[in-house]
């Protein structure tokens, strides 16, 4: 899925603003596209870019801990109101499926600072 950030710079509302914060992948650009000189530029350009990773993986570490105390609340009421137990338990497992995501996000970012911290084009 390919999104035209140039429009949600531009934007100035919540759900924009949202992806701006959380999502570092905005940041970089294509380095398959153009001619050699051209992608000798972005990946400069990327690599530059890189020095804001850390922040993205301090919010997205953040946001892992809180799914996962979510989850754990979750649990335990669970585990509390046995008459709730179907309903808590099914909010758990989605609180899980997006700690997992939160967690793909954040090995992802580290990754993508390794590889432009170490790899030199």
Same mark, same amino acid.
């Given at each position: 899925?390919?999104?035209?950030?140039?429009?949600?710079?531009?934007?100035? /509302?919540?759900? /924009? $603003?949202?992806?701006?914060?959380?999502?570092?992948?905005?940041?970089?650009?294509?380095?398959?596209? !153009?001619?050699?000189?051209?992608?000798?530029?972005?990946?400069?350009?990327?690599?530059?870019?890189?020095?804001?990773?850390?922040?993205?993986?301090?919010?997205?570490?953040?946001?892992?801990?809180?799914?996962?105390?979510?989850?754990?609340?979750?649990?335990?009421?669970?585990?509390?109101?046995? /008459?709730?137990?179907?309903?808590?338990?099914?909010?758990?497992? !989605?609180?899980?499926?997006?700690?997992?995501?939160?967690?793909?996000?954040?090995?992802?970012?580290?990754?993508?600072?390794? $590889?432009?911290?170490?790899?030199?084009?």
């Amino acid at each position: 899925m390919n999104i035209d950030v140039s429009n949600i710079r531009n934007d100035r /509302s919540l759900p /924009s $603003l949202l992806y701006l914060y959380l999502w570092p992948l905005w940041i970089f650009e294509n380095v398959n596209a !153009g001619s050699f000189l051209e992608r000798a530029a972005a990946y400069r350009r990327n690599r530059s870019k890189r020095v804001y990773l850390p922040g993205y993986t301090a919010k997205w570490t953040v946001i892992f801990g809180m799914l996962l105390a979510m989850l754990a609340a979750l649990e335990g009421m669970a585990n509390l109101f046995a /008459s709730w137990k179907f309903p808590f338990t099914l909010l758990a497992c !989605g609180t899980g499926i997006l700690a997992i995501l939160a967690f793909v996000v954040v090995v992802m970012t580290i990754a993508i600072y390794l $590889l432009l911290t170490h790899w030199e084009f």
